[in-house]
């Protein structure tokens, strides 16, 4: 088990932090794992950066990975290609 903090601040006198992406997690997974989905405890907090550092509402899109079988193709629906 292991706890990853990400703190993250806006840059260049902005009081915002843009939406997107804040990250990359890389993995290394053993050779003689097998297919599984892995869903991680996730708890975000946020604040304003001004003196009230009031709270802020967060969300969390995907919290989890999934190891796919060596040969396999990971499924992914487009909304372009299927209409």
Do not use: M, W
Not at 2 to 16: D, E, I, P, R, V
Not at 39 to 67: G, H, K, M
Request: glycine residues 8%.
């Amino acid at each position: 088990h292991t706890t990853l903090t990400l703190t993250a601040q806006a840059a260049g006198g902005s009081k915002a932090i843009p939406g997107g992406l804040l990250g990359y997690l890389s993995f290394k997974v053993s050779d003689r794992a097998g297919p599984a989905i892995i869903s991680f405890r996730t708890t975000v907090a946020a604040t304003l950066a001004d003196a009230s550092n009031r709270p802020q509402t967060v969300e969390v899109l995907t919290d989890q990975v999934e190891i796919i079988a060596e040969g396999s193709e990971p499924l992914i629906s487009c909304f372009f290609f299927s209409h």
